[in-house]
């Protein structure tokens, strides 16, 4: 029997040895290649967070009671963040494991709370731009999503939001601002109507919410967006992302204990004991929350800020290079560190001048309706503007004068991805070949191979992609019919 692990245990060295060889092909993000996933400072500073988190690393807090040390940490930093936010400490609120756990967190609050007034089939209204986080939210915890679409400046239509407000709805969500394009949301007009129809209002600040303020008092005017806007009840915010901290930290807080109780599990008659827990985890990492707290310290306000300013003039800079290129355009206004851009071309296709900045070295994230590149912005990109719009004017050119690209490597997978009609067939493909590269023999997801994507696995030859897959469905259906 062969248990995947040595008989005999190794020396620690050699095993750490062995780790650094595991990562030597991941995204370069010390060289500042990365535009999402990793907010890295450089390795000093990373070394100091490693440390921090290794003196709480056996520490749990899954009961405040035994680690007080972890509960004053936490504690700290939320009143940073309350800080932060403009609320006064009779807020309370918790750290999570990740923004998509405190997201979730506030579905399942809000749900509660709607429940306790007698509401059924809760729904939510979320804009259309809202992190999948909601929906998956919404899914766990039974709530209808309604997606508001977007105004022509790209924010949330509040007028659409308002017409989607009945008796079923729990909450209504702002972002500040939302991932794809960094476009915040009219918080202030949504705290109006969350106000008049006494709906609670949440805004997901998770990605803004330690840039933003930072932004404000480097001296660039923003709208409103914390709980200065009335209506607010709740926010959530990741200190992982621009708090700079360990991954594994993020804050959910709440205007008023009263919705937060509806966070709160409590089971009385458990023989392990009387138990209580704040958020979806048990064990709860000492660590994260440790280091979370050392970031702050580290930083401090000066730090913050000077980062946010360097991190906004780097993102001025950038856009700038990119709307330069015959072609590109940024989508709507983004104020924040994180911004998308198009094309405005129809001889431009934006995956294939993903795959060519990949191949490149550059890590992007590639977005849908419309097609884009994104990018999220560090200060440790100074380093490489120049090159980065160096690279893209390349890239761009080339794309242009090779359509063929379009039907090749990750740029058909994309392609393919967000253009075909029919949603739920794309969905079952995507769950099957997901759920697949979690099977223990599997071999990595590899998106650059269309064919695992294409249904009918690209016998068709040349074909695009979309007409591959529509006569792929409609050969599914006569088949049915003739049955
Ligand atoms: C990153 C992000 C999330 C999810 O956070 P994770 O830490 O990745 O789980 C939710 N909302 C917004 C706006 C985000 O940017």
């Known amino acids: 029997m062969n248990y995947n692990a040595p008989e005999k245990g190794r020396p620690f060295e050699e095993i750490l040895k062995e780790l650094d060889t595991f990562g030597v092909n991941d995204p370069d993000y010390k060289n500042a290649r990365t535009w999402s996933l990793v907010y890295y400072l450089n390795e000093e500073y990373t070394n100091f967070l490693q440390d921090a988190y290794g003196k709480y690393f056996s520490a749990n807090g899954l009961n405040p009671t035994a680690f007080k040390s972890l509960k004053r940490l936490e504690k700290e930093v939320l009143r940073f963040t309350a800080d932060l936010f403009h609320v006064d400490y009779s807020a309370c609120g918790v750290m999570t494991s990740c923004g998509t756990e405190s997201c979730m967190l506030a579905v399942k609050t809000y749900r509660d709370h709607g429940r306790s007034r007698g509401i059924k089939k809760p729904e939510m209204i979320i804009p259309e731009t809202a992190h999948v986080a909601w929906d998956k939210g919404a899914e766990y915890f039974t709530v209808k999503v309604r997606r508001a679409p977007l105004a022509e400046d790209w924010r949330v239509d509040i007028k659409a939001v308002e017409k989607m407000i009945n008796k079923n709805t729990v909450m209504i969500l702002g972002a500040a601002p939302e991932y794809p394009h960094g476009i915040i949301d009219p918080i202030e007009e949504l705290g109006e109507l969350a106000l008049k129809h006494k709906i609670p209002l949440h805004v997901d600040a998770c990605v803004g919410g330690y840039i933003l303020p930072f932004i404000e008092k480097a001296g660039k005017e923003l709208p409103l967006w914390d709980f200065r806007v009335e209506g607010v009840t709740s926010i959530s915010a990741d200190i992982h992302k621009y708090g700079f901290a360990a991954k594994g930290a993020s804050c959910i807080i709440y205007r008023n204990v009263d919705y937060f109780k509806h966070q709160v599990f409590v089971n009385e008659s458990w023989p392990g004991g009387v138990f209580a827990s704040p958020a979806f985890l048990g064990t709860r990492p000492g660590g994260a929350y440790a280091a979370a707290w050392a970031a702050v310290q580290a930083n401090g306000i000066e730090g913050y800020t000077a980062l946010a300013k360097r991190t906004i003039e780097?993102?001025?800079?950038?856009?700038?290079?990119?709307?330069?290129?015959?072609?590109?355009?940024?989508?709507?206004?983004?104020?924040?560190?994180?911004?998308?851009?198009?094309?405005?071309?129809?001889?431009?296709?934006?995956?294939?001048?993903?795959?060519?900045?990949?191949?490149?070295?550059?890590?992007?994230?590639?977005?849908?309706?419309?097609?884009?590149?994104?990018?999220?912005?560090?200060?440790?990109?100074?380093?490489?503007?120049?090159?980065?719009?160096?690279?893209?004017k390349e890239c761009v050119a080339y794309a242009k004068s090779h359509p063929e690209l379009a039907d090749e490597g990750q740029a058909a997978t994309y392609g393919m991805i967000s253009h075909i009609p029919l949603r739920g067939m794309v969905r079952k493909q995507v769950l099957d070949m997901f759920a697949d590269s979690y099977r223990l023999d599997a071999e990595e997801l590899d998106l650059s191979d269309s064919s695992s994507m294409t249904p009918g696995s690209g016998q068709e030859g040349k074909k695009s992609i979309v007409d591959k897959a529509i006569s792929w469905y409609v050969r599914k259906k006569s088949a049915k019919a003739s049955k």
Do not use: C
């Open 314 to 392: 780097i993102t001025e800079a950038l856009k700038k290079g990119i709307t330069s290129i015959d072609g590109l355009e940024i989508i709507g206004e983004p104020k924040a560190s994180l911004f998308a851009y198009r094309s405005t071309s129809p001889n431009i296709n934006m995956f294939s001048v993903g795959d060519l900045m990949e191949a490149k070295g550059w890590h992007i994230d590639r977005l849908q309706k419309p097609d884009a590149l994104h990018a999220m912005v560090t200060a440790p990109h100074e380093k490489v503007v120049e090159q980065y719009i160096a690279d893209l």
